[in-house]
């Protein structure tokens, strides 16, 4: 036995330095906090998705097929997170859970001339009413206005609230009446929208 006591001590050398960090950056678990203090739950969905499904919330996508899936309701790459999203939603409501909030960050992939794009994302869905359900909650059912609200909350997050304008817009997918595009200056940087009332039915 050599003995613990016979071993040398020598403190470790290595240099350490700083990265920079740009403070006009957040990373995505700042919104993820956000949006779990708004009263949201993080979901994580697959990245493969039933191609009829993604026709559906995302119509006219191209998706990447899959050469060999894992069943046949697994077999695009999403081209949003709008399709798990609504999976897990219906998910929920058909067990009896009428509120349900619901946000996923991930990448989506999209075919372009210059090949597959990975792009990150953030999107979310919610149903049911606008507060939880307690004695002193009056139970208003959840309007354009509740989700617009907490969208600004998060884009506070980010600094850009000033940034971004909501401008009334069409989607396929969303409600005429009830839809509106996130503009950057003259960049569309997201959707904000009831579903439209076919896009329900079908789902």
């Not at 739950?41 to 993604?54: D, H, N, W």
């Not at 929920?92 to 909030?101: H, I, L």
């Not at 999209?110 to 919610?126: E, F, H, R």
């Amino acid at each position: 036995l050599y003995g613990y006591n016979q071993l040398p001590v020598t403190a470790p050398q290595a240099r350490l330095r700083l990265t920079p960090r740009v403070e006009a950056r957040q990373s995505p678990r700042r919104f993820k906090r956000a949006l779990v203090d708004l009263g949201w739950q993080e979901a994580i969905t697959f990245s493969f998705v039933e191609p009829g499904l993604l026709q559906l919330v995302d119509p006219g996508a191209q998706p990447l097929l899959l050469a060999n899936p894992l069943s046949a309701e697994l077999s695009a790459m999403r081209t949003t997170l709008w399709a798990g999203l609504a999976l897990a939603a219906r998910h929920n409501q058909s067990r009896q859970q009428g509120r349900v909030r619901l946000f996923e960050t991930g990448l989506r992939f999209v075919n372009t001339p210059d090949g597959l794009q990975q792009q990150p994302m953030l999107a979310g869905i919610a149903t049911g009413t606008a507060s939880p359900e307690a004695w002193n909650n009056p139970k208003n059912p959840l309007d354009f206005f509740d989700v617009k609200g907490n969208i600004e909350a998060v884009l506070d997050v980010a600094g850009v609230a000033g940034e971004i304008r909501f401008v009334a817009g069409a989607h396929p997918v969303l409600h005429p009446g009830q839809c509106a595009q996130l503009l950057r200056g003259e960049q569309v940087v997201g959707w904000l929208g009831a579903l439209h009332p076919l896009t329900q039915k079908a789902l």
